[in-house]
Every structure is written in C-alpha cells, then in structure tokens.
C-alpha cells in the first residue's frame, strides 16, 4: 500500500487506515475526505479538506483537488 499511494499526487479516501498513511506519505495538503453527515465515527483532523457524501453533487471532488495546490 505503501509503493502504491506514494505514486499518487492526491489521495480521496474515508476516515480509515489508508488516509493516514496517504497523509505522512503525501502530507495533507494532497488529501480528500470523504465525511459522513454522522460525525461521532469521523476523526478526521480538522486541516484535512473534507467533503460531505450524504448529498454528494457531480464534480465536488473535481472542484476540490483543482482549487488544492500543484494539482496539475
């Protein structure tokens, strides 16, 4: 999983195991959480840019990683 997200130049993922490892390998500037409405199970830190799924629009995560720095 390593050799794999340290491939990557952003990481969209959910508040697990692979989003924290994706932080310290890519910092958390690249990152994207995906929020469930219910926060009592997200603890995601409050600097990682988070989008909320529950209601999800085409083209959020786009808008997202193009507004973040070096995505081209």
Same mark, same amino acid.
Do not use: R
């Given at each position: 999983?390593?050799?794999?997200?340290? @491939?990557? #130049?952003?990481?969209? %993922?959910?508040? !697990?195991?692979?989003?924290? =490892?994706?932080?310290? =390998?890519? %910092?958390?500037?690249?990152?994207? %959480?995906?929020? *469930?409405? #219910? @926060?009592?199970?997200?603890?995601?830190? @409050?600097?990682?840019?988070?989008?909320?799924?529950? *209601?999800? @629009? !085409? %083209?959020?995560?786009? #808008?997202?990683?193009?507004?973040?720095?070096?995505?081209?």
């Amino acid at each position: 999983m390593i050799e794999e997200i340290s @491939k990557c #130049k952003f990481f969209i %993922g959910v508040d !697990s195991g692979p989003i924290y =490892l994706a932080s310290a =390998l890519l %910092g958390t500037d690249y990152i994207v %959480g995906l929020e *469930n409405q #219910k @926060k009592h199970n997200n603890f995601l830190p @409050k600097h990682i840019v988070t989008v909320p799924v529950l *209601n999800y @629009k !085409s %083209g959020v995560i786009f #808008k997202q990683i193009k507004s973040m720095e070096g995505w081209l």
